[in-house]
Nanobody, 112 residues
């Protein structure tokens, strides 16, 4: 059974940092990444990373967010810095390998 399980979300003050983790099981994904969805807004891409370590970020987030992965642990991470209330959203992990699988999401709330 293929699963993606996120962790690390929570409440943080503006200017703070958070690190999200997403542990995959049941499949090896060529690409893993993160989307986020704020209330009342469409889901938007945050970043993704290939198994070889090539990264891509949403233009608006470059420099504040860093994506990485540990292939041995089949886990992808999202390190977020200088968070603002506009970063408040549910963050979803995904993996691509002959189709896309999603995690259940983890809430990130940034207070002003």
């Amino acid at each position: 059974q293929v699963q993606l399980v996120e962790s690390g979300g929570g409440l943080v003050q503006a200017g703070g940092s958070l690190r999200l983790s997403c542990a995959a099981s049941g499949s090896i994904f060529s690409i893993m990444g993160w989307y986020r969805q704020a209330t009342g807004k469409p889901r938007e891409l945050v970043a993704f990373i290939t198994r070889g370590g090539t990264t891509t970020y949403a233009d608006s987030l470059t420099g504040r967010f860093t994506i990485s992965r540990d292939n041995a642990k089949n886990t992808v991470y999202l390190q977020m810095y200088s968070l603002t209330p506009e970063d408040t959203a549910v963050y979803y992990c995904y993996g691509d390998f002959f189709g896309r699988r999603w995690g259940q999401g983890t809430q990130v709330t940034v207070s002003s």
